[in-house]
């Protein structure tokens, strides 16, 4: 029976994430014609935090402002490269008319009709074209991109929202600064653990939410940071990132996965993710990120190239901690002789040369600075 109950809701939730961006829309649509006579009435996508109240901007506004055609290559992730030409206004000259430009905000979040959300840090903003298009190949947008598709030329195509209905201008999206580091190898061990199908193979995740509430400061932040191996750096909300999963066996791990997230939000080979003051640091992924680091026949990755990447560097004192609770502390001085390896079977530890046996730690858990 149980059974039963449980394959229902896992088929919903399957037909719910498979579901694309036009069954929204022409809902959308066809409520909103129904209160516009005029089709260039047509509410496009709402634009908030710009101003004090927000902003509905029409197709007909986005048909009558100056507009833009390009020859653009899109980018996938794979590196697969997709030729087309598109042809709408600039979003600039949109913000234009409430006397705004995209070159004064710190960040924007473009949000679409089937759960895709990304982020625009400010160097996007500053530096590239942000092209509404409305046509692709000299035709309108397929339906299931309507009512815009978001193109940034020169930029990859993970920002090329399609139905985009919602842009968000973020406050401030900076980064708190970091006092903690906590090893994804070590909390794996220490959290529920449940099986993730990963497309066709079946790997291990932990969620975000119990690692948040068993080792975070408790400290509220509106959103996290992902930094990937290849450099890719995303911020996610809040929401978005407390009801994901960290996969950490089989391909891509560790990855930021949900089974309800549109998998082009999915997040491979992560470095590092931080949320308020923590930082949480693959070893595995760093081990080939950093150089590595040779100290008495062991290898590993240098405690100082760690802190630095951590943006942790400072002059003070550090404290270890492992799982098991054994704790020593280091100074400044000492990192540069210090490394932290990983085991074949997924075990972190610490070691530096010079120091008291206490600061080799196996099962290390994190390194904090000493308030
Ligand atoms: N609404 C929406 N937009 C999206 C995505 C998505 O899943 N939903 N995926 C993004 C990613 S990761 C890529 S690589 C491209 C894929 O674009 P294509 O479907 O035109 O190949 O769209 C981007 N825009
Ligand atoms: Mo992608």
Redesign the pocket.
């Known amino acids: 029976m149980f059974k039963k109950i449980l394959s229902v809701i896992i088929i919903c939730i399957l037909a719910l994430s498979i579901s694309s ?1 036009s069954k929204t829309t022409k809902k959308t649509a066809a409520n909103t014609t129904s209160q516009n006579t005029a089709s260039g009435n047509t509410k496009a996508f709402v634009i908030t935090g710009l101003t004090d109240s927000d902003i509905q901007v029409t197709t007909g506004d986005l048909q009558s402002a100056p507009q833009v055609t390009k020859a653009v290559t ?1 980018v ?2 794979a590196g697969n490269k ?1 030729n087309f030409t598109v042809k709408g206004p600039l979003l600039e000259d949109i913000l234009k008319k409430y006397g705004k430009s995209q070159k004064d905000l710190s960040g924007v979040r473009f949000s ?3 759960g ?1 959300s990304i982020a625009l840090p400010a160097e996007i903003l500053q530096n590239r074209d942000i092209i509404l298009a409305i046509e692709v190949n000299g035709k309108p947008l397929d339906a299931k991109d309507m009512p815009v598709r978001v193109v940034i030329p020169d930029e ?9 209905v919602k842009m968000e201008v973020l406050k401030d999206v900076a980064k708190q600064s970091t006092s903690k580091i906590i090893f994804t190898e070590t909390v794996s061990k220490s959290l529920p653990v449940q099986n993730y199908k990963y497309f066709s193979n079946t790997d291990k995740a932990f969620k975000i939410s119990d690692l948040v509430n068993k080792y975070a400061n408790g400290i509220n932040a509106d959103s996290a940071f992902i930094k990937a191996s290849d450099n890719l750096k995303q911020n996610e909300q809040k929401d978005t990132f407390l009801n994901a999963y960290i996969k950490f066996t089989g391909e891509d791990s560790p990855a930021f996965v949900a089974p309800n997230m ?4 999915h997040v491979k080979n992560i470095l590092w993710f931080s949320y308020g003051q923590d930082l949480f640091f693959s070893v595995n992924t760093g081990k080939n990120y950093l150089k590595k680091t040779v100290m008495d026949g062991k290898e590993g990755i240098s405690v100082k190239d760690l802190l630095t990447e951590a943006g942790m560097a400072s002059s003070g004192s550090y404290i270890l901690k492992g799982l098991d609770g054994s704790q020593a502390e280091i100074k400044d001085s000492d990192t540069g002789n210090g490394i932290i390896s990983v085991s074949d079977s997924g075990d972190i530890s610490s070691y530096f040369k010079g120091l008291p046996k206490d600061t080799n730690i196996n099962g290390l858990l994190s390194i904090e600075m000493k308030k």
């Open positions: 961006c899109a996938d992730s997709t679409a009709s089937d895709y990859r195509a993970m920002y090329w929202v399609k139905c985009m549109p998998s082009g939000m």
